[in-house]
């Protein structure tokens, strides 16, 4: 059974990760906004991101059991481009 000891670490290293990260901007951005609820902002992006990290053990765990080697840093570098090409054309898409 894993040590419990290993939470301290996986929680400093994602907290200090998501820090000033394009999500937490992107909350604060829909935070901003007058017509929208800052309490309801926080409860939806809470809610996104503990599904997202569900997804990602779940998916780490499956790829740890059946898939050695799996090339991460470029599958999340590919990822990171694609989502910001996405929203540079949402910009433009909506500003014109």
């Known amino acids: 059974m894993p040590s419990l ?3 301290g670490p996986v929680f400093l290293a ?3 990760a998501e820090l000033g990260d394009k999500t937490q901007l992107a909350t604060m951005l829909f935070a901003s906004q007058k017509d929208v609820s800052p309490f309801g ?3 939806a992006s809470a809610a996104a991101l503990v599904l997202s990290s569900a997804l990602a ?6 790829a740890a059991r ?3 080697g799996v090339p991460l840093k470029l599958i999340a570098g590919i990822g990171f481009v694609a989502i910001g090409g996405w929203m540079v054309i949402e910009h433009f898409r909506t500003t014109a």
């Open 14 to 16: 994602v907290f200090i």
């Open 41 to 43: 902002v926080f409860l």
């Open 57 to 62: 053990v779940f998916i780490g765990a499956l």
């Open 5 to 7: 000891y290993a939470l």
């Open 66 to 68: 059946y898939i050695e």
